[in-house]
Nanobody
Framework: QVQLVESGGGLAQSGGSLRLSCAASGSIFIIHTMGWYRQAPGKQRELVAQILSGGTINSGDAIQGRFTISRDNTKNTVALQMNGLKPEDTAVYYC??????????????WGQGTQVTVSS
């Protein structure tokens, strides 16, 4: 089995910063992509940013260069540094990874979600 465990998040003021981290563990053979999605109340889940195995970064439109994603392939971790936070960044943030397991099965995996709340 594969697990994604998130840490970080919490409450920040507008203009402030937070850092999210996610670690993948279990029967991992290859991690293809790692990244973050978010879901605000009443809205669909949206891509924040993701890093492909070759290092290419895909970002959602909402972050506008305020967030930085990084990945450590030696530790199977991904981090999201969020600066210049805005109240509209308030959401539950989910770690996501596309992983091939030791049994050669490829699936999308999700973390449990961590709440980010930005006050104005």
């Amino acid at each position: 089995q594969v697990q994604l465990v998130e840490s970080g998040g919490g409450l920040a003021q507008s203009g402030g910063s937070l850092r999210l981290s996610c670690a993948a563990s279990g029967s991992i053979f290859i991690i293809h992509t790692m990244g973050w999605y978010r879901q605000a109340p009443g809205k669909q889940r949206e891509l924040v940013a993701q890093i492909l195995s070759g290092g290419t970064i895909n970002s959602g439109d909402a972050i506008q260069g305020r967030f930085t994603i990084s990945r450590d392939n030696t530790k199977n971790t991904v981090a999201l540094q969020m600066n210049g936070l805005k109240p509209e960044d308030t959401a539950v943030y989910y770690c996501n990874a596309k992983i091939t397991t030791m049994w050669e099965r490829t699936s999308d995996y999700w973390g449990q979600g961590t709440q980010v709340t930005v006050s104005s």
